[in-house]
């Protein structure tokens, strides 16, 4: 790994929740989840949809909107609680020290405007006036670090391809040199060949300015190659977090298990993949472990007591009974496979029962 | 000998043109395909953006017509089939879209996905009966009907709602199913569970499939054999062990070499960074389409167009190097 032990983290989570008011009730999209990211570190955020990956970078970004609201926690940047800061101090920060890549960021460009005006839109907003001779320099060794030729700078959007739009999006990005990019899928709805060719790009371009990354992506594969440590995200609480090679190969929460184990690959052919069971309906999630309906291992203990974020060895943390609290699942004994192969009976379609309140 | 179920015979679509016009290069172009009677297959084709491929499901289920070629159902060109029979191909030949969202109506209830094939094949008039064959499709692919009918689209996940795709296109015994990135918009620890039911209905039912897809990753798990499609051409066909464990065409290497494993210790392989303009090199139209991106490209490709060659007897490769 990259990472020095003994470097400060760039980004410290500590107990966040972000909860959405709906008028049914609270729905905790993010509930209590604490992690850090060190410098020139790559992390990346696997789960399936609706699991608070977004929500979590949103919270970063301080970019929740109403109805959802940040309940709690704190999010420090070189120690500095960005809750604090108001929002013209927040506004600034956005891209000259955080800076996103949202989620089809290639249709975020502006289809009237000419590549380098978006560019220098975005550089001027933040560093004021800057000559015009300097800008167009600026931008020509932008678009250059992102592989893209200097006369792509009078183009309009429609003009180009997926993947050079996207990378036009990445140079906007990495614009103001941020400390922090964060990128919401960046590569999907790009074709394969374009998707290797553009997160290169993306590493590149995070190498050379010295930045952290976080990366969300629902292709595991590319996390799986990427990121030098990933974060397992289950119904707004965060599972498991291991460098990447740990994880991938040896997972200990049974979600993250069952998650990696369901993912198409060529290596070897699958029967039977999947995950028993839905994820569960926010409004109504289950009580403590969120995970026991769909978990092989469950017990009665699982239901009734809350699971905490064990430490396993040294940046391997994951938050199950059975790591945390293997006597339980001895004592348990015999019962123990019984109600395990209960649950997974139960599992099916049974989750949906909170689905639908 | 019986003719086979659905032969696609030199198939070529070109969009647009006209009398003043100059005609499009073709979308698909003398495209072959075969599904036998008697055995039932799952046929992927894939490639990526703009290779033919949504283009190819839309002929295949006649939603458009061919420029030239043939389409033959049991041995009938579906050109020119009579209303009878035309009844019978559409029942019998169905289709499952990418967007699980976008198919359904947001104000009607999804029990009137099936109604309306009930009602429009004429599978049955009465209450009791139309409930129980709605009921035993949605079993076949894991779905429990008193959970689900009765209910709205939005009140139901993506994959509920594809799994419901799949059952109505179930309900009409169907032979082929035309599957266009089906997965595509769904959870990846989902996508499995999804292809293992189209799988099922293989193995149990005897229904083929025409699985469209762009990831190899997923087809590799339940095809039978794969056609790589690029701008609108054949450039590997064989059975799928051989194109993908073992890839010829120098377009497969490619595609293949840029899967992405769930698996840290296998990095990406080649170059480590490579030049955009090569993702936009335009389709060479005269030649081999790949020429402009081909890494062995020789002067002969730039204007000749080459054969399928035999590599092995399940597979072959549309490329000189193998001539």
């Not at chain 1, 403590?288 to 391997?316: D, S």
């Not at chain 2, 490619?254 to 030049?275: F, K, M, N, Q, Y």
């Amino acid at each position: 790994m990259t990472v020095a032990i003994d470097s400060a983290p760039l980004l410290q989570i500590e107990n966040l929740r972000v909860y959405y008011w709906t008028q049914a009730g609270p729905v905790k999209a993010v509930d209590d989840i604490s992690f850090t990211i060190n410098p020139k570190e790559r992390f990346g955020f696997i789960g399936e949809s609706g699991c608070g990956k977004t929500t979590t970078i949103m919270a970063i970004l301080r970019l929740i909107k109403r109805p959802g609201r940040i309940e709690g926690g704190r999010i420090l940047l070189k120690g500095s609680d960005i809750l604090s800061l108001n929002d013209e101090e927040m506004r600034q920060s956005r891209w000259s020290r955080i800076s996103l890549i949202p989620q089809g960021a290639m249709n975020s460009l502006n289809p009237v405007m000419r590549v380098q005006d978006q560019i220098a839109d975005a550089i001027v907003t933040h560093r004021g006036a800057v000559p015009i001779r300097e800008l167009r320099e600026r931008i020509g060794d932008l678009l250059e670090t992102v592989q893209l030729s200097a006369d792509v700078a009078d183009m309009y959007p429609h003009e180009l391809s997926g993947g050079m739009k996207q990378r036009v999006c990445i140079a906007m990005a990495t614009a103001l040199e941020p400390e922090l990019i964060i990128a919401d899928e960046p590569t999907s709805a790009l074709d394969v060949v374009v998707q290797k060719a553009v997160m290169e790009t993306l590493i590149g371009v995070q190498e050379r300015l010295n930045a952290s990354m976080i990366l969300i992506g629902h292709d595991m594969g590319m996390t799986a190659q990427v990121a030098d440590r990933v974060g397992v995200m289950y119904a707004g609480k965060l599972v498991e977090v291991a460098g990447t090679r740990e994880l991938f190969r040896q997972p200990q929460h049974p979600y993250s298990q069952a998650l990696i184990s369901s993912l198409p690959s060529i290596r070897e052919k699958k029967r039977g993949g999947g995950i028993p069971g839905l994820p569960p309906f926010l409004l109504n999630p289950p009580q403590n472990c969120l995970f026991h309906p769909r978990c092989p291992h469950a017990i009665a203990f699982c239901r009734e007591t809350p699971p905490p974020m064990h430490r396993l060895r040294p940046g391997h943390m994951t938050a199950c009974h059975k790591l945390s609290a293997p006597e339980q699942f001895d004592s348990a004994g015999g019962s123990d496979s019984g109600a395990g192969a209960a649950m997974a009976g139960a599992g099916t379609e049974a989750s949906s029962g909170h689905q639908t309140r | 000998m019986a003719p086979p179920l659905l032969e696609i015979r030199d198939l070529t679509k070109r969009y647009g043109g006209g009398l003043f016009r100059q005609p499009s290069p073709p979308a698909l172009e003398d495209f072959s395909l075969r599904f036998a009677e008697d055995e039932a297959k799952i046929t992927t084709i894939a490639g990526e953006s703009g290779s033919g491929k949504t283009t190819l499901a839309n002929l295949a289920l006649d939603f458009i017509h061919p420029t030239s070629g043939q389409i033959l159902y049991r041995g009938q060109d579906i050109a020119e089939m009579s209303r009878r029979e035309r009844f019978v191909f559409r029942r019998e030949v169905q289709a499952i879209f990418q967007d699980p969202f976008g198919t359904y109506n947001p104000f009607y209830k999804v029990d009137a996905v099936f109604n309306t094939v009930i009602q429009k094949f004429k599978l049955t008039n009465e209450r009791s009966e139309r409930r129980r064959i709605t009921e035993e499709a949605m079993e076949v692919v894991g779905l429990r009907p008193n959970e689900i009918l009765g209910k709205y689209p939005h009140e139901l996940s993506g994959g509920q709602r594809q799994r419901i795709m799949v059952a109505r296109a179930f309900l009409l015994k169907p032979r082929i199913i035309v599957a266009d990135e089906p997965v595509s918009m769904i959870d990846a620890s989902l996508q499995m569970r999804i292809l293992e039911i189209f799988r099922n209905l293989k193995e149990e039912y005897g229904i083929s499939f025409l699985y469209i897809t762009h990831d190899l990753s997923t087809a590799y798990q339940i095809s039978d054999d794969i056609y790589i499609l690029y701008g609108g051409s054949v450039m590997e066909y064989g059975d799928i062990e051989g194109v993908i464990q073992d890839p010829h065409h120098p377009y497969t290497q490619l595609l293949v070499g840029s899967i992405t494993l769930p698996d840290p210790d296998v990095r990406w392989e080649g170059r480590s960074a490579s030049a955009s303009s090569e993702e936009t090199a335009a389709i060479n139209l005269n030649g081999c389409k790949f020429y402009h991106r081909c890494p062995h490209a020789m002067e002969r490709c730039a204007s000749g167009t080459p054969q399928n060659y035999r590599i092995t007897p399940k597979q072959t490769a549309s490329c000189f190097l193998f001539e």
